[in-house]
């Protein structure tokens, strides 16, 4: 199976450099994520509800905008 873009260049142009690094995008909230996992578990119990509403608010953004890790594991 093949999927093809294709924009418009240049009036698409914000749209492509979008599509070409939404792989970098997704890392960075992968890497976030598991940072404040272990932050987390390493932190003391006050610090680690911060912490936790955080990680929280990244994965509630994440459902609210469709995506989700599973194009990563």
């Not at 093949?2 to 749209?15: G, H, M, T, W």
């Not at 492509?16 to 932050?39: S, T």
Request: charged share 35%; aromatic share 10%; hydrophobic share 40%.
């Amino acid at each position: 199976m093949k999927a093809i873009l294709e924009f418009d260049l240049p009036e698409d142009k914000s749209n492509h450099k979008v599509a070409v690094h939404a792989m970098d995008f997704a890392l960075v909230c992968w890497d976030l994520d598991q940072y404040l996992e272990k932050e987390i578990d390493l932190a003391a119990e006050y610090y680690d509800q911060d912490l936790q509403s955080i990680r929280d608010k990244l994965h509630k953004l994440m459902e609210e905008h469709n995506v989700s890790f599973d194009i990563i594991e």
